[in-house]
Structures are given as structure tokens and as C-alpha cells.
């Protein structure tokens, strides 16, 4: 039969039984969009998707004896992309290294081995795209030993960057910090290195407030020699969410998207700036264009969990995390926005569930326990909450000793937590001192809203969350998931729904001037 036949009879069947295509696709667990193509024999079947299609329709016509020969194969066979799929294609061998990539395969979602063939291949072309980076070609020649180690090691030390797991962070800067003692003029690797200091400023993992200075040293090092460098514009777009630079990060990620709308870092250094900035459902495109074109990005993969987490799409923040984790199962973070998205959800024993698999990842994550309690205390166990919470000091407290002084990021989330257990004194001190050092820094005014809201200074909360947004703060969107938390005591208060308002208000403003078609 003609490949049309089967498209023709798996839509009489799947709207026999009532069945939209978004819904069977969801039963099927396939790509709507691929289904379709089926339908209207723009796609040829397989035998795996007839089988699935089988399980879900319950049919007594097998629609897998309409599949055509030439679409089923008994042995092996290879995508488009030369991926060579033993039998039906969604269980290939797993290699001695254990590490998959999640992929789409015929419309289908599979974790995809890693092999050493893809890691060389990844890795050739960011070597192939380093020339401008190196500078002065005549150096290849006066020393072609070292500019080779240096690019060699900014190699290894770019590809550990892509997630949040704290030794793989840690791993990088070491890598990165000896690429530049060999060559300290370049580019890329400074540009990392600023990127790198972020994400330990971030972590937690770097007690020492100058952290994030230096990073921005790195950043504007790297602008000075390099003004179009796309990843410094990316390091310095993820340093302007922890000073609350929001609409410079807009600034930065339209200018560098529209210079290289063809890159894929710089499409998503600009949907990042768009998702912080509470314009998640714009970020969404780019993210999606991203993945288009490389299935496997892991910044892409983990920016698509939090864009449908951002726009209130739990389902497909959940799914996206179902495709991303086994790949980086160590990323506390990605796990955090698990969680809220179970329990935006309503599902608050999985959104516990997904707390603890943060904090177990990464023990020394103080965002993981705060969330942890206020999610128990959610669930009605306010022994547990107290618990995490206690928990969480005693990590953060342990880490801080092996460090020189405690960074102002996760002094805010430590001073939120002391709250939650009573330690109102230790709170309140700790609130002095980010609003002394950043005295304008619309993040660290985000985050001490929730300590003065804890506290039970509802007005003071709301005085904080103003100033915060005065100073730059434009996460609606985050604010609106995180309201169920420590902003529970706030959501009532016509006040507080009139500073809202102002902020989504703002945040509209700056979404017609950076978010609007060029």
C-alpha cells in the first residue's frame, strides 16, 4: 500500500476514539508536529511508531502491517544524520562511558549515547571557530606547542560550562585559569573564564564577594580587545540577573543577536535575557530555533525547562526536564525549577520529591533547602520544614568556614532561611549588609523581600520589592511562581497587587523596545 493509507487510517482511528492530535500525541509520546506529516503522508511511518499507535488505539487493524518494507527495517538502519539505531531505533546500545544526550529521532524523544566520535566532533568545531581568538597568526609559529595547549584546554574547559553541577564548574575554571597563563590575550578563553566566576558566584561555590567583580573584570577585558565577543556578551548578560541589570541584559542580548542572528549562542544569550526578564514567552521561539537545529544543546535544553516554566507551562517544564536530567542529573538547580513546577502543578509530594533529589545533587545549594522546607511546610509538616531548613544552615554555615567571607547572593537566600526557623536577630542582620554593599541592586532587593515578608513586615516587604523594581528587578514571572512561598503573607494586600501591577507593567514597556521585530 501507499504510505498515505497509513496516515488515512490512523486519523479515522484516533478520531473514531474521540482523540485530538495533540492528545494522541501525548499517549504516544511523539512530536504532534510530526504526526501530522504522517497523517498527510508528508512523513513515511515506522514500525515503531505503528507499534505505539497500536498500544494506544487498541485497534483490531494492526497498523503496523501498513507500514511499508522500505520504512521497517529487520537488522539496523540510519536517520538522516547518520545515527546508526539497532532494530527499531529507540534503544541503541549505551557505550562504556554511561553518558546519553537527549535527542529527537523520527518525531520520537530517546537519550542518545555519547560517543567519542560526537565528543570529537563537537569539539573540532569550536576549534574551528577559534582563529579570530587567537590573534596573531605568526604566534602559531613562534610557539605552536603552547597556543595549541592553550586552545585545547579552553576546549575542555568550555564544554564543562553548559550546566550548573558544581565540580564540573569548579573543573573549568582550573582549565580555563591555565589556558590564559599560557596565552593571556585570549579572547575566548577570558570570556569563559568571566562566565565561569559567574556561575561559582552563583553556586555558592566561591565564598568570596570580589567573585563576581572579577568576572565582570574578565567581561569587560575581553569587550575592550573584542567589542562583538559573543561570550563575553553571554557572560555578562548571566552577571547582570545577580546585579539586577535587567534591561542592560536586554540591551546586551538584542545588540549581539542582531550582529549574529545566524549564531546559536548568540540566540541564546538574548532568549536569556528575555526569560529573567520576565518575557519568557518570547524566549520560548528562540530556545525552540535553537533545538532545531541542535537537538543536543545543553544550554538550550535546560533554558526550554525554565521558559515553560516561566510562561506557567508545567507539563512541558516537566517533559523538558524528563529530556534533560539523565544527561546532567547533578544540575540543583534544573531540579529547583522541577520542583515549582510540580508545584505549579499541584502536585506538592512531587514537588518535595524533586526537592530532595536538588538538594542531594548539590548539599551545599542554599536555594535547594530553602525551597525543600517552604515545600513542606506546604504539605503540612512543619517538622520537615523546620528540618531542611536547619539542614541547610548547617551546609551553608560549613561551606562559608572553608572561605574568606560569604557572597551577598547567598547571604540573601541564608537570611530567608533564618527567618523561616525563628532566627529573626540573624535575619534581619544579615538583610543590613547586601543592602549596604549593593546598595542598588534590584536582585538582592528581590530576594530580601522574601526575608522581610517571612519576618512578618509586610510593609517593609513591600517598600523592599519597590525599591527592587526601581533598581532594575523585572522577573513578573518569577515572581509569580515563587508567591506560594515566603510571598504567601503578601498576595491578598492591595498594596502588594498594585507593585505588582507597576512591575508588569514595566516589564510590558520594555518587551515592545526589545522583544518587538527588528
Known sequence: MGEPVFGDELRRLRE?????????????????????????????PTKALAKACDEVLGSDVRLSALVPPRAASTSSR???????????????????????????????????????????GRGLALAMNLAPSLGDPSRLETKPA???????????????????????IEAAATLLDRALDIDPRFTRAQAARGYAMWRQYFSGS????????????????????????????????????????HERALELGRAIYEKNCDSLDATLAFARALNNSGMAETALPLTLAVLEVDPTNPTAL???????????????????????????????????AVALAHLGSGDVNSAIYAA?????????????????????????????????WSTGIEHVAARAGRGKRRNLRVQSWLANIEACVGHAERARAAIVRPTEAESHNGYLKYRLTHVLA????????????????????????????EERLGLSCLIDLAEYRQVRLVLQQNVDRAKSKYASSP
Open 78 to 120: 540510519r536517520t538522516q544524520d547518520g545515527v546508526r539505531l539497532a532494530g527499531d531505533g529507540l534503544s541503541p546500545p549505551t557505550p562504556q562511558s554511561g553518558v546519553q544526550l537527549p535527542v529527537v529521532i523520527d518525531g520520537r524523544h530517546i537519550l542518545l549515547p555519547l560517543d567519542a566520535a560526537a565528543v570529537a
Open 454 to 481: 517571612e519576618l512578618g513586615d509586610a510593609e517593609a516587604a513591600i517598600r523592599m520589592l519597590r525599591e527592587a523594581i526601581q533598581d532594575g528587578f523585572l522577573s513578573v514571572q518569577l515572581l509569580r511562581q
Open 302 to 336: 535546560k533554558l526550554l525547562v525554565w521558559n515553560h516554566l516561566m510562561i506557567g507551562d508545567f507539563p512541558s517544564a516537566l517533559e523538558a526536564a524528563r529530556l534533560y536530567l539523565p544527561a546532567y542529573p547533578r544540575d540543583a538547580n534544573t531540579r529547583w
Open 16 to 44: 473514531q476514539r474521540g482523540l485530538s492530535l495533540n492528545k494522541f500525541a501525548k499517549l504516544a509520546h511523539y512530536d504532534p508536529g510530526y504526526l501530522s506529516k504522517v497523517e498527510n503522508g508528508l512523513k513515511p
Open 356 to 388: 530532595r533529589a536538588a538538594v542531594a545533587a548539590d548539599p551545599d545549594d542554599v536555594t535547594a533547602w530553602n525551597l525543600l522546607g517552604y515545600l513542606n511546610r506546604l504539605s503540612g509538616d512543619e517538622v520537615a520544614a523546620h528540618h531542611a
Open 206 to 245: 566561591e565564598s568570596e564577594p570580589s567573585t563576581l567583580e572579577r568576572a565582570l573584570g574578565d567581561v569587560d577585558a575581553v569587550l575592550r580587545l573584542d567589542p562583538h565577543s559573543i561570550g563575553a556578551h553571554t557572560a555578562l548578560i548571566r552577571i547582570c540577573w545577580d546585579m539586577g541589570w
Open 146 to 168: 603552547n597556543v595549541e595547549r592553550a586552545y585545547e584546554l579552553y576546549l575542555r574547559g568550555q564544554g564543562l560550562l553548559a550546566t550548573n553541577e558544581r565540580q564540573r
